[in-house]
C-alpha cells in the first residue's frame, strides 16, 4: 500500500482537460460575444445609412413633399431593420411626425408582418410584433392586442397591456375586463404586473368602469388590489359601496389600504363615517394609518374631528400621520392650530402637531423654527 | 512514543483520513460547484427576461407611473464627512415620483452634522418621531431644510451602532417602502426605480428586494454617480470585482429564481416598513443584521401562513467601494462569516422544516452545508494535500492534478459569471477591463482564496469562543453567496 | 443637446440646426457637463434618462456653479406628470419637453426662452 499512492483518482486526468476546455470556450464566449454584437450594431447601420437622413427627415418633420416618406416606403433592401428603425423613431416623437411613420410602416405591410409575427414561436418576435401594432394605435387591432394578453410569455402580456392602453377608451369595455383577468397570477408565473395594469385601464377612462366593478370582487387579491387603485385614480363613482366593503373587510391587508385610500379620492361627504371607523384601534396599522390619509383627502368637519381624536393614540406613527393628513386643508390646519394652543390637550396630541407646524409654517415663510 | 514513531504513525493516520475522505469530499465538491453552475444558469434565465422586459417596454416608461409606492431612503452615518453632501444630494435627485431621504447621524465625533448644516441650510424642529420599533440611543435633534420643501430629514442622536440608526430612520419614515443605503454608496440616477419594480409589479405580495453591489474602486465618479465602471489599479479590489460579479449572482439570483432568497445586502436593500415594524427592526445584537433580519421576516411570514416574495433584482445599479488592504479585508469577511455563522445557529429550527417551505428545505440547509463550512473544508482539504505530500502519501504530480482541477472548477464557475455579465449588462466596456478581469479570474485562486478561507475560519472560531464583537467602519455589503472550495 | 438615444440627438440637432442654432451634441451627461463648462452655450437641452449623469444631475451641477448662472436648460422628460417635471423645477429648469415629444414643439420652447432672456 505504501508504494502505491493510496489516494488516487484515475479518471481526474480527464476531468481536468474537460474543466480546461470548458474555462477556454467560455473565455472565447465573452470575447466574441463582443465583437458581434458590436459588428451587428455597426452592419445595421451601415444599412441604414443611406436611409438615415430621410428617416430624421420625416421623424422631425421636414418631409412636406413626401419624398423622404416614398423613399423609405417603397425600399426594400433594408428589409426589417428599418422596420425597426422606424418603429423606434415612432416611440420618440408624436404629432405629425408620429402620424407620418406610421403611414411610412402601413405602406411597407408591417401590419400584415406583424400580425403573422403574433404566431411566432419565439416570444421576442410576439413582443415585438405586438409593440408595432401597439404603435399604430388604431383600434381596428384591438382585437389581435386583446388576444395577446393570454400569451404564454410574460414579456408579451405586458406589452399586450401597454398597446391596449395606448389605444386609449377606444379600446372599449371589453379590452378592459381582458387586462384585469391578465393580473390574475396563472399556476406559478405572475400576472400582468399591477402598475402596467393600472396604467393601462387609466388610460381607458371610463371604458373600465364595469371592469373595475367586477375587478373589485374578483378572487384574486392583486386583481382586487389594481381594481381599487384605479377607482380611486379615475373617480369610478359607482365602485364606492364596494370599496367600502373592501377597506372593511378584505382578506388581504395591502388591498384594504388600497381601497381605504382609494375612497380618499373618489369617497364623499357619506363615505366620511366609514372610513373614520377603520381608526378604531383593532384594525392593523397601516389600515389605520391609510385612514387617517384618506381622511385628510376628504376633509370637511366630520373627517377632521375624527383625525384630530387620533392625535393622542397610543400608535405615535397613526398620530403623526393623521397630523400630517390634516395639514393638507384650510380646515385640518386650524385644528391642528388649534391643538397646539390649546393647554388641556393631551401633551401626546400637542407634541404630534408640533412638528406638522413648524413645516408648515416653514414652507410659508422660511422662518419659523428654532 | 518516541519521535521516531511519530512520523509513521502520523502517516498512518492520515492514510487513513485520506481514504476515509476522498470520495465525500470529491462529492461534495461536485455538488457544490454544480450548484453553482445551477445557480448561474437560473440567474441567466432571470437576466434575460428581465433585459427583454426593459427592452420592450422601455426604460423610461417605469418611472412614468403614479402608482408606485412612495419611498423613504434611510441612510445611516457615521464620520462621512467627507462625502456626505455629494451622496445626499445625489439621493435626493434619484429619479423617483416620491421618495424622501432620511439620514441618521450616529453620533459622529467629526463634524458630519456641522457640512450637512451648511449645505442644505438645515433648521431644528420638534418633529416627534414615533416609536413603532424601540431604539436604544436618545434622539438629540430633528432638523430639516429651511425651505420645508426639500425632502430631507437629519436626525441626530447619541452612538449606538449602525443597527440601532436605520431603526430609528425606519421610525422616523414615512414612506412605504424603506430603502437602506449606505452614505458611502454611489447609486445609478434609476437606481430607485429599478429596485422598486417588484413593489410595483406585485404589491399585494412582495416584502423586500434587494439589488446587486460592486466594486466602485478605480471606476470614474463625477458629480456623486459612477459614470464609468472601471477595473480599479490595485490587485485586491481587482480581485474583488470579480468575486462580487460570481457571487451576487449565485447567492441571490438563483436563489430569488427559486423562491427562497434569504440574504439581501444592508448596503442595498428595500422592505416593506410595515413588514418590518412587525419582525421588530433590525437586531441591534446581530452583528449579521442583514440576513438575521430577511430570516426574521421569513420565519414571521411563514408561521402566518402568508403568501409573500421576496426577489432579487439582478440590474447593477449600486456601487461601493472595497477594501483595498488585506487589514480591512481581513476584518470584513471574519465578519461576514461570523454574521453567517450566528444568524444560522439562531435560526437552526428552520432547518429542514417544511412549515418554512423552501426556505426552511433548500436554502437554510444550503448555507449550512454549503456557505458556512465551505472555508473548512477548503482549509482542511489543503492541510492534507500539504500534509501528504510531506509525508509522501500522495505524489506530486497527483497532488498537482488535483489542485489544478480544483481550482480550474472554480475558474470555470468565474468565467461563467463573466460571460453571463458580458451577455446583459455589459458594464465594463474597455477591452483593458475585460482582459484584467480574466486574468483576475485565475488570480484569484492564489492566495486570495485561501487567505480569505483562513479570515473566514477566523470569524467562526472568535464567535465559538464567545468574543464580543468589535464595530469596524468598513462596509456592510455581505456577500454571503461568496463561496469557497474544498 | 445631450441624450444618449442617437435618433433624438440627431432629430433635435436637425430641427434646432435648421432653426439657425448651432448645436453641439452630446451622447451623454458627463460629456454634456464638460461641454457646458468649457464654453456654456445660451442653452442647454438636456435629457433626463441618461445612464451615468442624469439630465437632473447635470442640471444641479449647472445650477451650483455660478460661472454657469446664465444657462438655459429645458429638460426632455417621460411621460409622467409629475416626476421628472417637479425635480426638474426644483432643481431649476427653464422648461420641460415630455418624450415622446414633437420637435415642433420643441423649436418653439427653445426659441421662446432664447427671446425671452435676452
Given amino acids: 500500500m505504501t508504494d502505491q499512492p493510496p489516494v488516487s483518482l484515475a479518471f481526474l486526468d480527464e476531468v481536468l482537460v474537460g474543466v480546461l476546455v470548458l474555462c477556454v470556450v467560455l473565455a472565447l464566449v465573452v470575447v466574441l460575444s463582443r465583437i458581434r454584437i458590436a459588428r451587428r450594431r455597426e452592419t445595421v447601420k451601415q444599412r441604414l445609412a443611406p436611409l438615415r437622413h430621410d428617416l430624421l427627415a420625416v421623424g422631425a418633420g421636414e418631409d412636406e413633399s413626401g419624398q423622404a416618406r416614398s423613399r423609405l416606403a417603397q425600399d426594400r433592401e433594408a428589409g426589417t431593420d428599418l422596420d425597426r428603425a422606424v418603429v423606434d423613431l415612432l416611440t420618440k416623437v408624436r404629432g405629425t411626425p408620429a402620424d407620418d411613420l406610421v403611414s411610412v410602416l402601413r405602406e411597407r405591410d408591417a401590419v400584415a408582418k406583424a400580425r403573422r409575427a403574433l404566431g411566432s414561436r419565439s416570444s421576442v418576435k410576439r413582443a415585438r410584433a405586438t409593440r408595432t401594432l401597439g404603435l399604430l394605435r388604431d383600434p381596428a387591432l384591438t382585437l389581435d392586442l386583446v388576444r395577446m394578453l393570454d400569451d404564454r410569455s ?139 390619509r384618506a381622511l385628510g383627502e376628504l376633509g370637511g368637519q366630520m373627517a377632521v374631528d375624527a383625525m384630530v381624536r387620533v392625535l393622542a393614540d397610543d400608535d405615535r406613527s397613526l398620530a403623526v400621520t393623521s397630523a400630517t393628513a390634516l395639514s393638507q386643508s384650510e380646515h385640518g390646519r386650524s385644528a391642528i392650530r388649534a391643538v397646539s394652543l390649546d393647554d388641556d390637550a393631551a401633551p401626546t396630541a400637542r407634541s404630534a402637531v408640533a412638528g406638522v407646524l413648524q413645516m408648515l409654517d416653514l414652507r410659508d415663510t422660511g422662518r419659523g423654527a428654532r | 512514543m518516541s519521535p521516531d514513531d511519530i512520523i509513521p504513525g502520523l502517516r498512518e493516520v492520515v492514510i487513513d483520513v485520506l481514504a476515509a475522505v476522498q470520495w465525500p469530499v470529491l462529492v461534495y465538491f461536485v455538488l457544490i460547484n454544480t450548484s453553482y453552475l445551477i445557480f448561474i444558469g437560473l440567474a441567466a434565465w432571470d437576466f434575460v427576461h428581465h433585459l427583454r422586459r426593459v427592452e420592450q417596454t422601455g426604460r423610461q416608461e417605469r418611472v412614468a407611473s403614479e402608482f408606485v409606492p412612495p419611498v423613504t431612503l434611510v441612510v445611516p452615518m457615521y464620520n462621512e464627512a467627507a462625502g456626505i453632501v455629494q451622496s445626499i444630494q445625489s439621493l435626493l435627485s434619484l429619479r423617483y415620483p416620491h421618495h424622501d431621504v432620511v439620514g441618521v447621524d450616529d453620533g459622529s465625533s467629526d463634524d458630519t452634522f456641522a457640512v450637512l448644516k451648511e449645505a442644505f441650510d438645515l433648521v431644528e424642529v420638534d418633529r416627534e418621531i414615533p416609536a413603532d420599533l424601540p431604539v436604544k440611543a436618545e434622539v438629540l435633534s430633528v432638523h430639516v431644510p429651511r425651505n420645508g420643501r426639500t425632502p430631507l430629514t437629519i436626525i441626530r442622536k447619541t452612538n449606538s451602532g449602525r443597527s440601532d440608526a436605520v431603526n430609528l430612520g425606519i421610525n422616523a419614515a414615512g414612506g412605504e417602502l424603506l430603502v437602506f443605503v449606505d452614505a458611502d454608496s454611489i447609486l445609478d440616477p434609476d437606481a430607485l426605480m429599478t429596485v422598486t419594480v417588484p413593489f410595483a409589479d406585485d404589491p399585494t405580495r412582495m416584502v423586500a428586494t434587494g439589488g446587486v453591489i460592486r466594486a466602485a474602486n478605480g471606476s470614474r465618479v463625477v458629480a456623486g454617480r459612477l459614470v464609468e465602471p472601471r477595473m480599479p489599479r490595485q490587485l485586491l479590489p481587482r480581485i474583488q470585482v470579480v468575486e462580487y460579479l460570481r457571487a451576487f449572482l449565485i447567492g441571490r439570483a438563483g436563489w430569488s429564481r427559486l423562491g427562497a432568497l434569504v440574504l439581501i445586502s444592508g448596503a442595498f436593500g428595500v422592505f416593506r416598513r410595515d413588514i418590518l415594524v412587525e419582525v421588530g427592526g433590525l437586531d441591534t445584537d446581530s452583528i449579521g443584521e442583514d440576513f438575521e433580519v430577511l430570516m426574521r421576516v421569513h420565519q414571521h411570514l411563514k408561521r402566518e401562513g402568508r403568501d409573500y416574495r421576496v426577489k432579487f433584482v439582478g440590474e447593477p445599479v449600486c456601487w461601493t467601494e472595497v477594501p483595498s488592504t488585506a487589514k480591512v479585508l481581513q476584518k470584513q469577511r471574519a465578519r461576514w462569516h461570523r454574521g453567517l455563522w450566528e444568524t444560522l445557529w439562531k435560526y437552526k429550527h428552520m432547518m429542514f422544516n417544511p412549515r418554512y417551505g423552501k426556505v426552511g428545505m433548500l436554502a437554510v440547509p444550503y448555507y449550512w452545508f454549503f456557505e458556512l463550512i465551505a472555508p473548512l473544508l477548503e482549509f482542511v482539504g489543503l492541510l492534507l494535500v500539504v500534509l501528504g505530500l510531506v509525508l509522501d502519501v500522495i505524489n506530486v504530480p497527483f497532488a498537482i492534478l488535483f489542485m489544478l482541477v480544483a481550482y480550474g472548477y472554480a475558474i470555470l464557475v468565474t468565467l461563467a459569471a463573466m460571460t453571463l455579465e458580458e451577455m446583459t449588462f455589459r458594464k465594463y466596456a474597455r477591452w483593458r477591463d475585460l482582459g484584467t478581469m480574466l486574468l483576475a479570474a485565475i488570480a484569484e485562486n492564489i492566495g486570495y482564496r485561501q487567505l480569505t478561507a483562513w479570515w473566514r475560519l477566523q470569524g467562526w472560531w472568535a464567535s465559538l469562543r464567545g468574543q464580543k464583537q468589535v464595530w469596524g467602519t468598513m462596509t456592510r455589503v455581505g456577500l454571503g453567496g461568496e463561496e469557497g472550495k474544498t | 443637446m445631450a441624450d444618449d438615444d442617437d435618433d433624438i440627438r440627431d432629430l433635435v440637432e436637425l430641427k434646432l440646426t435648421q432653426s439657425g442654432y448651432t448645436v453641439r451634441a452630446c451622447a451623454n451627461g458627463v460629456e454634456a457637463l464638460d461641454e457646458i463648462r468649457r464654453d456654456p452655450p445660451t442653452l442647454a437641452v438636456l435629457d433626463v434618462m441618461m445612464p451615468g449623469l442624469s439630465g437632473i444631475d447635470v442640471l444641479r451641477e449647472v445650477r451650483a456653479d455660478e460661472a454657469l448662472k446664465g444657462v438655459l436648460v429645458v429638460l426632455l422628460t417621460a411621460r409622467s406628470r409629475d416626476t421628472d417635471v417637479d425635480m426638474g423645477f426644483s432643481t431649476g429648469a427653464d422648461d420641460y419637453l415630455i418624450k415622446p415629444f414633437s420637435p415642433r414643439e420643441l423649436v418653439h420652447r427653445v426659441s421662446a426662452l432664447v427671446s425671452r432672456s435676452q
Fill in chain 1, 154 to 292: 410574460g414579456e408579451v402580456r405586458i406589452v399586450a397591456a401597454r398597446s391596449v392602453g395606448a389605444l386609449g377608451p377606444e379600446a372599449g369595455p371589453s379590452a378592459a375586463a381582458s387586462v384585469l383577468r391578465a393580473v390574475r397570477s396563472r399556476r406559478s408565473a405572475p400576472g400582468v404586473p399591477a402598475t402596467v395594469a393600472m396604467g393601462t385601464l387609466t388610460q381607458l377612462g371610463v371604458q373600465s368602469e364595469p371592469a373595475v366593478a367586477l375587478g373589485l370582487t374578483d378572487e384574486d387579491a392583486g386583481v382586487r388590489n389594481v381594481a381599487a387603485a384605479v377607482a380611486g385614480h379615475s373617480l369610478f363613482l359607482s365602485c364606492t359601496p364596494r370599496l367600502t366593503e373592501l377597506a372593511a373587510h378584505d382578506p388581504d391587508r395591502m388591498v384594504r389600504v388600497s381601497a381605504t385610500e382609494a375612497l380618499g379620492s373618489v369617497g364623499r361627504p357619506a363615505d366620511v363615517e366609514p372610513i373614520a371607523r377603520l381608526l378604531a384601534p383593532h384594525e392593523p396599522p397601516a389600515v389605520r394609518r391609510a385612514a387617517a
